[in-house]
């Protein structure tokens, strides 16, 4: 592998090398697709992310397999859909069956670090049955979804759960900050204008600074830990997950960037009094939930959203710094740039808050890959508007690693994007799959009568064209975005579309009956043993009725 430590040899190393020396793979939570300016926003700037794209290929349609933090990114560090692998929600273990990002990659000889989010459950049952003893490596990759932590941080430390622990507090009580729980009581708490402090999970808290300046937020120590990995890499070959915690709640963002966007131009809500009318069941649950009811007040839009925009702002200024100093180490033209989001926000769109459930605004998030290599720059500044998937990633950087362009697809359902990045070529995909479980939700009160929470679920497939969602409790939508592109009228009971969405239904049961549950079996193990004669040469010659027939067959001849 070249060396990269000069600009001549990170040339030599994009015109000599097929494969990729690393990976540096940034996801946001909760970002949405449209919150950023490369994406249309009208007030949001975000330079650094922009010029990301500009240097690669902005995929405008890329959809994630869950609709929440733990099914979503499962996806991800699978490359397999919700209904295969299982985890279908926060909390579910990953079953220690699955094989992760980690266990592709090592193989490569690719170190895969983690600095950030995973919201990965480990499976400890399936573990102690096993036997696998705590220390070894098996049992430590087995527990943190295949990754080597650098510095993991789910950024769920409320003032309830113990965290001595936290790397992340350790560091705040190093810089002065006092507490049992400094992620809480100041990183994510603010004073109010009275000197008053307020957590940060309350929504009126939005407007306020943080207690702790820029500097030691959240975003910024989880920055400055990548750029620590990646120094103290050296020349060795390594995939780094960086994984934001903002913009997810609670929103709070410390000072400037909690009134950059205060007197911004706020988009108006994606709504319609329509939809209030002849409500599907599970939607009237969730606009009557408690984050429903809080995000659909004009007023509380107005305190969250400025918030929300300012933290994006931060993670872009923050990746300014990140993107610097992998050019100053000389790792820009050999590294691997992706930038993606778990799912989206609500914010108040379709009487919402929060995620959960099927729309643009939750499903479709932003995705940008920069391949270092000459064979991309054909396409460095696109816009794609084919449909991709979460799932097409791990494929995607088992090729570029130098991995086998197809691995067994009992293991990776997605498709590898090289063809995009090289040739702006077609996919196999005409449609998307993503999926909702919101039977762990609250909001499962207001469904009376229903039985829960197996039967709440829903299954959306997405064409260019057409929405369908197959739902378990009420009726099934059908969304024409083409000419209704906000989602704001369901056709799903409409006798013109009968066609359509039998047509869609009847695609949504066949990529059902064709997801992979064997993963101990491939087709390369069924494409040997049903080759003519496979049997006989093992000595079970069923059927044959004399010698010739027998001796035709071990030679692979069929009668």
Same mark, same amino acid.
């Given at each position: 592998?070249?060396?990269?430590?000069?600009?001549?040899?990170?040339?030599?190393?994009?015109?000599?090398?097929?494969?990729?020396?690393?990976?540096?793979?940034?996801?946001?939570?909760?970002?949405?697709?449209?919150a950023?300016?490369?994406?249309g926003?009208?007030?949001?700037e975000?330079?650094?992310?922009?010029?990301?794209?500009?240097?690669?290929?902005?995929?405008?349609?890329?959809?994630?397999?869950?609709?929440?933090?733990?099914?979503s990114?499962?996806?991800f560090?699978?490359?397999?859909?919700?209904q295969?692998?299982?985890?279908?929600?926060?909390?579910?273990?990953?079953?220690?069956?699955?094989?992760?990002?980690?266990?592709?990659?090592?193989?490569?000889?690719?170190?895969?670090?983690?600095?950030?989010?995973?919201?990965m459950?480990a499976?400890?049952?399936?573990?102690a049955?096993?036997?696998?003893?705590?220390?070894?490596d098996?049992?430590?990759?087995?527990?943190e979804c295949?990754?080597?932590?650098?510095?993991?941080d789910d950024?769920?430390?409320p003032?309830?759960?113990?965290s001595?622990?936290?790397?992340?507090?350790?560091?705040?009580?190093?810089?002065g900050f006092?507490?049992?729980?400094?992620?809480?009581?100041a990183?994510?708490?603010?004073?109010?204008e009275?000197g008053?402090?307020?957590?940060?999970?309350l929504?009126?808290?939005?407007?306020?600074?943080?207690?702790?300046?820029?500097?030691?937020?959240?975003?910024?120590?989880?920055?400055?830990?990548?750029?620590d990995?990646?120094?103290?890499?050296?020349?060795?070959?390594?995939?780094?997950?960086?994984s934001?915690?903002?913009?997810?709640?609670?929103?709070?963002?410390?000072?400037?960037?909690?009134?950059?966007?205060?007197?911004?131009?706020?988009p108006?809500?994606?709504?319609?009094s329509?939809e209030?009318?002849d409500?599907?069941?599970?939607?009237?649950?969730?606009?009557?939930?408690?984050?429903?009811?809080?995000? @659909?007040?004009?007023?509380?839009?107005?305190?969250v959203?400025?918030?929300?925009l300012?933290?994006?702002?931060?993670?872009?200024?923050?990746?300014?710094?990140l993107?610097?100093?992998?050019?100053e180490?000389?790792?820009?033209k050999?590294?691997?740039?992706?930038f993606?989001?778990?799912?989206?926000?609500?914010l108040?769109?379709?009487?919402?808050?929060?995620?959960?459930w099927?729309n643009?605004?939750?499903?479709?998030?932003?995705m940008?890959?920069v391949?270092?290599?000459?064979a991309?720059?054909?396409?460095r500044?696109?816009?794609?508007?084919?449909?991709?998937?979460?799932?097409?990633?791990?494929?995607?950087?088992?090729?570029?690693?130098?991995?086998?362009?197809?691995e067994?697809?009992?293991?990776?359902?997605?498709?590898?994007?090289i063809?995009?990045?090289?040739?702006?070529? @077609?996919?196999?995909?005409?449609?998307?799959?993503?999926?909702?479980?919101?039977?762990?939700?609250e909001?499962?009160?207001?469904?009376?009568?229903?039985?829960?929470?197996r039967?709440?679920?829903?299954?959306?497939?997405?064409?260019?064209?057409y929405?369908?969602?197959?739902?378990?409790?009420g009726?099934?939508?059908?969304?024409?975005?083409?000419?209704?592109?906000?989602?704001?009228c369901?056709r799903?009971?409409?006798?013109s579309?009968?066609?359509?969405?039998?047509?869609?239904?009847e695609?949504?049961?066949?990529w059902?009956?064709?997801?992979?549950?064997?993963?101990?079996n491939?087709?390369?193990?069924m494409?040997?043993?049903?080759?003519?004669?496979?049997a006989a040469r093992?000595?079970?010659?069923?059927?044959?009725w004399?010698?010739?027939?027998?001796?035709?067959g071990?030679?692979?001849?069929?009668?």
């Amino acid at each position: 592998m070249a060396e990269t430590s000069t600009d001549c040899d990170t040339e030599t190393f994009r015109e000599n090398n097929k494969v990729v020396k690393n990976i540096l793979f940034i996801m946001c939570d909760q970002l949405r697709w449209d919150a950023m300016s490369c994406s249309g926003h009208p007030s949001l700037e975000t330079p650094h992310i922009d010029a990301l794209a500009d240097r690669g290929v902005r995929f405008n349609r890329a959809f994630v397999q869950g609709a929440v933090c733990g099914s979503s990114r499962m996806s991800f560090y699978t490359g397999r859909y919700v209904q295969t692998h299982g985890a279908r929600w926060n909390q579910v273990p990953l079953a220690i069956n699955q094989v992760t990002m980690g266990d592709h990659l090592r193989k490569l000889g690719v170190r895969t670090a983690l600095v950030g989010k995973t919201h990965m459950r480990a499976d400890l049952e399936g573990m102690a049955r096993l036997g696998l003893g705590e220390g070894s490596d098996e049992e430590f990759f087995l527990r943190e979804c295949g990754f080597e932590v650098v510095e993991r941080d789910d950024g769920l430390h409320p003032e309830t759960r113990g965290s001595s622990e936290l790397a992340y507090n350790q560091f705040l009580w190093e810089k002065g900050f006092t507490g049992k729980n400094p992620w809480h009581s100041a990183a994510n708490s603010v004073l109010d204008e009275n000197g008053n402090t307020i957590s940060g999970w309350l929504l009126r808290a939005a407007p306020y600074a943080s207690k702790v300046p820029e500097s030691v937020s959240e975003t910024a120590y989880m920055t400055d830990r990548a750029i620590d990995f990646i120094q103290s890499a050296g020349e060795e070959r390594w995939c780094l997950h960086l994984s934001f915690i903002k913009p997810h709640w609670p929103y709070v963002a410390p000072a400037p960037y909690n009134d950059i966007y205060r007197d911004a131009e706020i988009p108006p809500p994606n709504r319609s009094s329509e939809e209030l009318a002849d409500q599907h069941p599970v939607l009237h649950a969730m606009r009557h939930s408690r984050i429903g009811r809080a995000m @659909s007040r004009p007023d509380a839009r107005r305190l969250v959203i400025p918030t929300y925009l300012g933290l994006v702002k931060q993670i872009d200024t923050n990746l300014g710094r990140l993107f610097g100093k992998l050019k100053e180490l000389g790792r820009e033209k050999d590294t691997m740039i992706v930038f993606t989001s778990d799912h989206g926000d609500y914010l108040g769109d379709h009487w919402m808050g929060e995620k959960d459930w099927l729309n643009e605004e939750i499903v479709r998030v932003p995705m940008i890959i920069v391949d270092p290599r000459n064979a991309a720059d054909k396409t460095r500044g696109t816009v794609t508007n084919k449909l991709v998937e979460a799932i097409d990633l791990l494929p995607t950087f088992v090729e570029s690693l130098g991995g086998a362009s197809k691995e067994p697809e009992q293991w990776l359902e997605g498709e590898s994007l090289i063809p995009i990045l090289h040739h702006d070529a @077609s996919t196999k995909r005409s449609s998307v799959i993503s999926e909702a479980d919101w039977g762990f939700l609250e909001m499962t009160k207001y469904l009376s009568g229903v039985q829960v929470p197996r039967a709440a679920r829903a299954t959306m497939i997405r064409n260019d064209r057409y929405k369908y969602i197959l739902s378990e409790v009420g009726s099934n939508l059908l969304y024409d975005l083409d000419e209704d592109p906000n989602e704001l009228c369901d056709r799903g009971d409409d006798l013109s579309m009968r066609t359509i969405r039998n047509d869609l239904h009847e695609e949504l049961f066949e990529w059902f009956r064709h997801r992979r549950h064997d993963s101990t079996n491939n087709d390369l193990f069924m494409q040997m043993t049903s080759a003519p004669g496979s049997a006989a040469r093992q000595g079970i010659p069923i059927g044959y009725w004399d010698e010739q027939e027998l001796e035709a067959g071990l030679q692979g001849k069929l009668y």
